[in-house]
Each structure stands twice: as C-alpha cells, then as structure tokens.
C-alpha cells in the first residue's frame, strides 16, 4: 500500500466532505454497511469510536484500510455512473 502525502490526503478529505464528519452521503446505516462489506469490520464497534464519533473521525481511524475503501467507493460510483 502506498503512503499519500498530506496534500494527497487533503484532496481525498475534501473530495468526500470529510471535513464536516460526514463521508459522501452516507448516512449512519449504508455507512456501516460499506465498511463491513468492503472490510468485513464493524465501524460501529466502539474501537472505532474517536472523538466526535463522526464517520470521518471513524474512516480516518481505519487508514490503514483507507485505499481499499477509496477503491470501492470509486468503483461503485462509476458502475453509478455508467448504469444512468
């Protein structure tokens, strides 16, 4: 796996609306649905609770399984965009 550099970080922060906690539009239920079927882990489990519990603070606590998420993310989003 490859270290992003902050301003790499920064960029995929900002892409996802993490900044506010949010991550996309993903609301608490379809969140934790992602992660455990991309990662087979529950975010919800209070290991993964972090300061304001928001799914940002959440994901950014999972960066070791960061790339893996981003890809299924973008994947999902173009299979999104080439169904339309």
């Excluded at 490859?2 to 379809?30: H, N, P």
């Excluded at 990662?39 to 399984?65: E, F, M, Q, V």
Aim: one cysteine or more.
């Amino acid at each position: 796996m490859a270290d992003l550099s902050i301003q790499e970080k920064a960029k995929i922060e900002k892409f996802l609306g993490m900044g506010s906690g949010y991550v996309a539009d993903f609301s608490d239920r379809t969140f934790q649905e992602f992660v455990g079927a991309v990662t087979g882990l529950d975010i919800d489990d209070p290991k993964y609770h972090y300061s304001s519990n928001s799914k940002a603070n959440r994901l950014s606590l999972l960066k070791w399984k960061t790339i893996i998420l981003l890809e299924s993310f973008f994947k999902k989003c173009l299979i999104t965009i080439l169904k339309s």
